[in-house]
């Protein structure tokens, strides 16, 4: 229903204005806003729900910048969210208070639209809140559309503003890179501006994330104290900032990258900016955690309500090595071990220019029977034959200068005007340029003729190895050439849409060059993401403790790898790859015909025991204990469900040393009042712990824990310096 505020009482000496509290509420939040017409609107207050009688009583804040979407122009010294250039050069701009709109969603969720107007020119901003009431999460977005007779130009679009009160605040965030993805930084917001961006152009989750944490009492901690998390959810270039400058506030601002992208809006055209989830918890960065892995479950992932298949990938197992004889034996081998799906990746095609190695091919997506000659109709023969489901690897977004589909389409790429193209991996590889409606149409295609073609096809794994390295679009006009990181984003978001309107129950991973796009961005389209090229379980324990922070596990292939690892060269006990891989979407990436038959048995046993406890690990809440980053020698986290019956304990030592002495680690999320029976999983010690079997209370397990033996203890000849446990907790 819509509520004017704005109802102007004309008296001798002034106007009278309408004002009005706008409270956004989830089950245990409150965000407060105050909008008075003709001024912008106010944050007051985001943290705890609050009770009616203190809303009425709440005092307001003071020495702080509390516009909720402040605009550039008439007080230039301050951050703004928005800023533009009118279309007669004005670069300031004016937003105020018309009305507001509240909204009634699905069950207990609203959503609540506050109309801003600039007095002097016909442009308006909607201030979007949506409030996801059982999760905990408001997301917030802008809508900003133009009347005037002529373009506008905006050179900065930020999704959302935030105020936070300054105080022992801590920023938690992700650094990286290539094969080492979701590395946490933990640091006190200092005077100054924090900037975090991307701008690969393609992918945006390697050199760092656009999910951020604050904890405002001090340096963070996991299951308790008060957080704020934030979530952009986009899969182009970002800029996350805080700015904190003589005032009593931290300034947070999320939306797209600015850089390079100023953008002509049309009259009567509407930019819509990403969304921000955010989320507030008194229990801890964990807490807030939890909210997002729920969210994002019921609301962002594609079938987030349904369990993932262990699978078998080919890639670290055989490469670009691909042949229908070696397929059909990976696919016996992971049967034998109780997988239920095989993923053939790259090396499969190319009719002209086969694909042998990563300098060719890329568009031409149809079997090299040289290599398949029974073609994908063998493969899902020999995966009905074993049992199993079968998958394929693709990277519809790219090309090679060497392709059938570079020879045929040379202005489909990316490439700057008058200049050679930038080429990327192998000194060949080219990126499509998606906001042209022909690439969508073929990137589409790619997908469609193989679902068509091979129906029974289960799974797809999606990859993008290349960013944005020249910039230029053969589509766009010159004049809009600045358009080209969100057209192209607008565009892979388009063709997203139109697959899964046709394939709504295949299974898709996000997969670029690792861990590249682990974002809220692209999930509503994929079902999982692939978290680094790097699967040696020691670096992995650390980049999937920072990825746990906003995804949940259904949403993170972790996989057993051989070793060596093919990319530190670390050799590390398969125990210990088992035990790390089971706290994700387990798979593996191996080659079995090269394991030992004790390795082949201690993987069919963790193949079985994971089916066991898949629902809690994939569907529960998390609670991370002990961090790998503090450095104490351990790492520990668990999951529990959603009655407290069950619970699946990790605990895995990242060093060793002789006479070490290691914390008992306390647990959390359990039921004080339930007794709990523990029984290991994974066991390859001689003698069970002497836990096993055993009775305790949640009270004792939380308040006391459990003494972990620093050593497995198999027979001598299978010792090793990698010591790890996985325990599940049943209520009796």
Aim: charged share 25%; aromatic share 12%.
């Amino acid at each position: 229903m819509k509520k004017y505020l704005f109802l102007a009482v004309l008296m001798i000496s002034a106007a009278k204005v309408w004002a009005e509290q706008v409270v956004i509420q989830t089950k245990n939040t409150t965000m407060v806003l105050n909008v008075e017409g003709n001024k912008q609107p106010q944050y007051v207050y985001f943290g705890t729900r609050l009770s009616d009688y203190d809303l009425q009583n709440m005092q307001l804040p003071r020495n702080g910048r509390m516009d909720a979407y402040p605009a550039y122009g008439m007080n230039c010294p301050a951050e703004a969210a928005i800023t533009m250039r009118h279309a007669d050069g004005n670069m300031s701009t004016v937003l105020v208070a018309d009305y507001v709109d509240e909204i009634e969603g699905d069950g207990n969720n609203r959503e609540y639209r506050i109309r801003l107007v600039d007095p002097v020119y016909p442009v308006t901003v909607d201030l979007c809140y949506r409030a996801v009431y059982d999760e905990d999460i408001i997301e917030t977005w802008t809508e900003i559309q133009n009347d005037e007779k002529k373009p506008v130009t905006l050179t900065q679009f930020a999704s959302c503003s935030l105020p936070i009160r300054r105080g022992n605040v801590w920023l938690s965030h992700f650094y990286g890179s290539w094969a080492n993805e979701a590395r946490l930084v933990e640091e006190p917001i200092l005077a100054g501006q924090k900037v975090i961006k991307n701008k690969d152009g393609a992918r945006n989750s390697h050199t760092d994330h656009a999910e951020v944490m604050f904890s405002l009492d001090g340096k963070a901690r996991e299951n308790s104290g008060d957080v704020i998390g934030a979530a952009l959810c986009y899969s182009g270039n970002y800029q996350l900032k805080v700015e904190t400058d003589d005032t009593e506030y931290h300034y947070f601002f999320a939306g797209i990258n600015p850089d390079n992208s100023e953008y002509h809006l049309k009259k009567g055209e509407t930019f819509t900016t990403p969304k921000v989830a955010l989320s507030f918890s008194s229990c801890g960065l964990s807490g807030v955690s939890r909210n997002f892995h729920k969210w994002g479950r019921k609301y962002m992932l594609a079938h987030g309500n349904k369990e993932r298949k262990i699978l078998l990938n080919s890639w670290e197992g055989v490469y670009f090595d691909i042949n229908q004889k070696g397929m059909d034996q990976m696919m016996g081998d992971i049967a034998s071990m109780g997988g239920e799906l095989f993923v053939m990746d790259d090396g499969w095609f190319g009719d002209k220019y086969p694909r042998k190695t990563d300098n060719s091919s890329l568009g031409d997506w149809v079997v090299d029977k040289n290599k398949l000659p029974e073609g994908i109709e063998g493969l899902l023969r020999d995966a009905k034959k074993h049992g199993i489901k079968f998958g394929i690897w693709i990277e519809p977004e790219m090309t090679n200068s060497v392709s059938e589909l570079y020879d045929a389409h040379p202005d489909w790429i990316i490439k700057a005007p008058k200049r050679d193209a930038v080429q990327g991996r192998g000194g060949t590889q080219l990126i499509l340029d998606m906001s042209n409606p022909k690439v969508q149409d073929f990137v589409f295609s790619v997908v469609d003729n193989l679902m068509t073609k091979y129906p029974e096809i289960d799974y797809i794994k999606w990859d993008a190895n290349m960013p944005i390295l020249n910039h230029g679009s053969q589509y766009l006009t010159m004049n809009d050439q600045s358009h080209l990181y969100i057209e192209y984003h607008r565009g892979l978001e388009k063709t997203c849409k139109r697959i899964r309107a046709k394939y709504p129950d295949l299974t898709i991973q996000a997969c670029a060059s690792g861990g590249g796009r682990a974002n809220w961005g692209v999930l509503p389209y994929f079902d999982e993401f692939w978290v680094s090229d790097n699967t040696d379980a020691l670096q992995r324990i650390y980049m999937q403790w920072g990825t746990s922070y906003f995804f949940p596990a259904i949403a993170m292939a972790s996989h057993i790898s051989a070793t060596p690892n093919h990319t530190v060269f670390r050799t590390t006990a398969m125990k210990y790859r088992i035990d790390v891989a089971m706290s994700g979407r387990l798979g593996m990436e191996i080659q079995p015909k090269n394991m030992t038959d004790d390795e082949k048995a201690l993987c069919r046993k963790a193949i079985a025991e994971y089916k066991q406890i898949r629902p809690i690990v994939q569907f529960g809440d998390i609670y991370r204990l002990v961090s790998p980053y503090d450095k104490i020698g351990l790492a520990s986290l668990m999951y529990v469900n959603e009655t407290k019956d069950k619970s699946v304990f990790f605990w895995w030592k990242t060093e060793s040393f002789q006479n070490e002495h290691l914390p008992r680690v306390k647990m959390a999320g359990l039921d004080a009042n339930k007794n709990y029976k523990v029984h290991e999983l994974n066991r390859i010690d001689l003698k069970p712990m002497d836990i096993e079997g055993k009775v305790f209370s949640g009270a004792y397990l939380m308040n006391h824990g459990l003494e972990m033996p620093y050593r497995n203890e198999p027979e001598w000849s299978k010792k090793n310096d990698w010591s790890s446990r996985v325990l599940l907790l049943e209520a009796q």
